[in-house]
């Protein structure tokens, strides 16, 4: 009675210590299953009209307590999550999975205990050699959004194929390709697929840290494996659950596809990022922004690959 | 925001006494450094702005270590000079090209040190100058970050390495791609002494000079340059090159060298 009294007096002046902004932040779960929610992120770029909060996030309720897929851009962020979740769930937040190192889906998880916060040991490395730049790049793109964000590396390094939380058990994928490491997850009793930054819906694919052949392998490894509906990292939930995957690899083809033809017609960079996007993408939210964005990934290194040496021996 | 101001206010105190000649006309922009180049890049020479020089570039800054830019102003007879510049970045002018018998266009990729804007400013042969560009928003450490190859350590391995293409056109120009290997080294970095390309010309089968520029550390490292040369359909390109070391780099584009792509090195 005490201590349940004191954890509540505790939580009202966490609360009312809370940064005025805090509100802004609109977590608006939705509910795609049995016991499962989604809280959708805009389809935007980061920007500081969305705070960053641009990545889907799921919220599960098992037996064993609430569990997170990603926990959003900021420590305010994640903050108002954990409220919005563990007042829907009736349940405390037991783990939180952080899908990749991108900074729109993990860099909230300051908010919470490490000891509980799950990552690909690919992820956890990647963060501790780039979680800092990022963290740089979130604070000027987004300024007070961001106040009191640290970088946190994950305290749990993901070693098995599944967890089971008091009978609702989760399907753990080890994936690569959007980055070095990316995190799915299949949820056994809906069949859900949250596919992290693997699959895009309606929304261009990022490919800031991409490997393109890992990333189609992984595609190819999501499509084959039986599963309901889809919840993508970025864009709507997919009901089918295959129509976005097919989406993002058509994507991922036509651009290599498009970006090796541009070196090879001697286009520039400015050039290659003004090519017409094909009408079969028309619906796709930023598609010119992140074309633009993956031509500067990707140049470089196919003109590397595809021009050829010229160099001389010069005289003495 | 307070800093370059006050440099600002410096640079204009120093400056001011020595201004006898023209003023530059306001600056779309509201760049607080425009006066202070329009002064130290033109000199007397009268400026105007005018959108048909053409300053294109992507949306976004995805990378300010490699922001590409070109400078078109082929809809513009008699140009002799162009000149790319950043005000705000530390090293602003990034390649001053002189394009003898080939068309006003460049394309590159430069360096931002910050919020900046980009400009073309296109000589004609009368003197004048005519100018134009936008505001690119950018992370900061552009030029003051080290180079990859110097985090990697193999710059050295790969330095004098040239690739290029060239590609007939259909008015009869060519175009001519080249890409170097080079850290184009600012000197803004720790312990890193400043170390780049710093001269290029294109020269063709009789010796006739194409184009030829200045470049500076503003360029991106492993500088890649686009230009349309005049020339016969069948002539090799020389191209000529030297750094700040001496080191001299010299690359040949024979039309035989044009295709097929091969695959890999």
């Known amino acids: ?316 | 925001m307070r800093r370059p101001t006050r440099l600002w206010v410096a640079l204009m105190l120093m400056l001011a006494p020595a201004s006898a000649g023209a003023i530059p006309p306001a600056d779309p922009l509201g760049s607080p450094m425009w006066s202070a180049h329009a002064r130290t890049l033109f000199g007397d020479d009268p400026v105007r702005f005018d959108p048909r020089v053409i300053v294109s570039f992507p949306m976004i800054a995805e990378n300010q270590r490699a922001f590409p830019v070109v400078i078109d102003s082929r809809g513009i007879v008699g140009v002799r000079r162009m000149i790319l510049l950043a005000d705000l970045n530390p090293i602003p002018v990034a390649i001053d090209y002189r394009p003898a018998h080939a068309a006003p266009y460049i394309a590159t990729r430069i360096k931002l040190d910050q919020r900046t804007p980009v400009r073309g400013a296109v000589q004609l042969d009368s003197g004048q100058w005519l100018v134009s560009g936008g505001w690119v928003d950018a992370a900061g450490g552009g030029c003051s970050a080290p180079p990859v190859s110097r985090v990697k350590g193999d710059w050295a391995d790969h330095l004098g390495e040239i690739r290029g293409e060239v590609w007939p056109m259909a008015n009869g120009q060519r175009r001519v791609r080249l890409s170097f290997r080079h850290p184009m080294d600012t000197g803004l970095v720790e312990n890193i002494a400043t170390y780049h390309l710093e001269a290029l010309s294109v020269i063709d089968g009789a010796g006739r000079l194409l184009g030829d520029m200045d470049i500076w550390a503003s360029v991106s490292e492993d500088p890649a340059i686009t230009l349309l040369v005049d020339s016969a359909a069948d002539a090799t390109l020389r191209v000529a090159a030297r750094d700040t070391n001496g080191r001299d780099y010299r690359a040949a584009l024979t039309p035989a060298r044009q295709s097929p792509m091969p695959g890999g090195r």
């Open chain 1, 1 to 316: 009675m005490i201590l349940s009294r004191r954890a509540m007096l505790g939580g009202m002046a966490s609360l009312a210590a809370a940064p005025a902004r805090a509100a802004d932040y609109v977590i608006t779960p939705v509910v795609i299953g049995d016991g499962i929610w989604m809280v959708r992120g805009a389809d935007e770029p980061i920007e500081s009209r969305n705070g960053g909060a641009i990545a889907n996030i799921a919220i599960i309720a098992t037996p064993a307590g609430t569990v997170l897929w990603e926990c959003g851009p900021s420590l305010r962020y994640a903050r108002a999550l954990r409220q919005v979740a563990e007042r829907l769930t009736g349940a405390r937040i037991v783990r939180v999975y952080v899908s990749h190192l991108h900074p729109d889906h993990g860099m909230g998880l300051a908010a919470f205990d490490p000891a509980i916060v799950a990552a690909l040991p690919g992820t956890i490395a990647a963060l501790a050699a780039q979680g800092q730049g990022y963290a740089d790049g979130m604070y000027r793109l987004l300024g007070d959004w961001m106040r009191g964000t640290d970088l946190i590396l994950p305290g749990r390094a993901i070693m098995t194929a599944q967890e089971d939380f008091g009978g609702r058990a989760l399907r753990l994928l080890a994936l690569s390709g959007h980055s070095s490491a990316d995190l799915a997850l299949l949820d056994e009793r809906t069949g859900m697929l949250l596919g992290g930054d693997l699959v895009f819906n309606d929304r261009a694919p990022s490919t800031p840290t991409a490997v393109l052949p890992a990333w189609r392998a992984s595609l190819d490894q999501l499509q084959v494996l039986p599963h309901g509906a889809l919840l993508p990292g970025h864009g709507p939930i997919d009901p089918a659950g295959i129509a976005a995957i097919a989406q993002t690899g058509d994507w991922l083809n036509w651009l290599e596809g498009a970006l090796t033809q541009a070196v090879r017609d001697g286009l520039d960079m400015v050039e290659a990022g003004n090519l017409p996007i094909p009408d079969r993408f028309a619906q796709m939210a930023v598609a010119r922004y992140e074309m633009q964005r993956s031509v500067s990934h990707l140049y470089p290194g196919l003109e590397a690959s595809l021009l050829p040496r010229i160099d001389v021996k010069s005289a003495p």
